[in-house]
């Protein structure tokens, strides 16, 4: 059995970052789950494919070639969607809104979903999303929940629209963080909530060491 370590939680708990420098430390491979979704949705986005066109939508799920690529500890992965970079896409508010969308899909949630599994290699893999513990690798040995309370959250999101060139305000920035909770939360198919067997970690008040210490505690026991 390949060790997977899932990392899930909403927008702004630190992940990504998290799941960065752990599976750095150990030496695994590292899925960014909501990546996926952010790619395909500007793959559905090039290729004039709207949200109802499920048929399509469907089709291209099944060819997304997509390739995560690690740079330093503290960054995110590098993402290439048919050999181009799109990680600034990527980040912007506008993509992470309509794939939220789209992730609320069953029939593409269920092609992506393989995609997501086919990342567990040896030595191990480290997997951040929302229901990377509860539905993708449900049997995996350890499991992560983040939380933080929604106005740091925001704070944070903004911080990162900042450093990527795109502009915003706080109480914009909250809205739409609570509007994504609520859609992840209440969506029929893979909501986000915990898995029964999850650490959860409150991050409000933490540093990303604090963080990344409580982690690597589970694993190296």
């Known amino acids: 059995?390949?060790?997977?370590?899932?990392?899930?939680?909403?927008?702004?708990?630190?992940?990504?970052?998290?799941a960065s420098i752990v599976a750095q430390k150990?030496?695994?491979?590292?899925?960014d789950?909501?990546?996926i979704y952010r790619a395909f949705?500007?793959?559905?986005?090039?290729?004039?494919?709207?949200?109802?066109?499920?048929?399509?939508?469907?089709?291209?799920?099944?060819?997304l070639n997509l390739e995560f690529k690690s740079n330093s500890k503290q960054a995110p992965l590098s993402v290439y969607l048919d050999g181009v970079d799109i990680t600034t896409k990527l980040r912007t508010e506008e993509t992470a809104i309509l794939a939220s969308k789209?992730?609320?899909?069953?029939?593409?949630?269920?092609?992506?979903?393989v995609k997501q599994r086919q990342f567990q290699k040896p030595p191990g893999l480290?997997?951040?999303?929302?229901?990377?513990?509860?539905?993708?690798?449900?049997?995996?040995?350890?499991?992560?929940?983040?939380?933080?309370?929604?106005?740091?959250?925001?704070?944070?999101?903004?911080k990162q629209l900042q450093v990527g060139g795109?502009?915003?305000?706080?109480?914009?920035?909250?809205?739409?963080?609570?509007?994504?909770?609520?859609?992840?939360?209440?969506?029929?198919?893979?909501?986000?909530?915990?898995?029964?067997d999850a650490l959860m970690i409150d991050t409000t008040n933490l540093t990303i060491d604090e963080v990344i210490s409580k982690v690597m505690a589970i694993i190296e026991v």
Not at 1 to 18: A, E, Q, W
Not at 43 to 63: F, M, P, V
């Open 102 to 113: 789209y992730a609320q899909l069953a029939p593409l949630r269920k092609v992506l979903l």
């Open 126 to 158: 480290v997997a951040d999303g929302r229901d990377m513990g509860t539905v993708v690798f449900p049997d995996a040995p350890f499991k992560v929940f983040l939380t933080a309370d929604p106005e740091e959250r925001a704070r944070r999101r903004l």
């Open 166 to 196: 795109n502009t915003g305000n706080i109480s914009h920035t909250l809205a739409e963080v609570q509007k994504r909770d609520e859609r992840d939360k209440n969506r029929a198919h893979s909501p986000l909530k915990p898995a029964k």
């Open 26 to 31: 150990l030496n695994w491979h590292q899925l």
């Open 41 to 63: 949705t500007i793959a559905a986005t090039d290729c004039s494919i709207g949200i109802d066109n499920l048929d399509d939508l469907l089709k291209l799920a099944g060819k």
């Open 1 to 18: 059995m390949i060790p997977v370590l899932t990392l899930d939680g909403p927008s702004g708990v630190g992940k990504g970052t998290v």
């Open 33 to 35: 789950s909501g990546a």
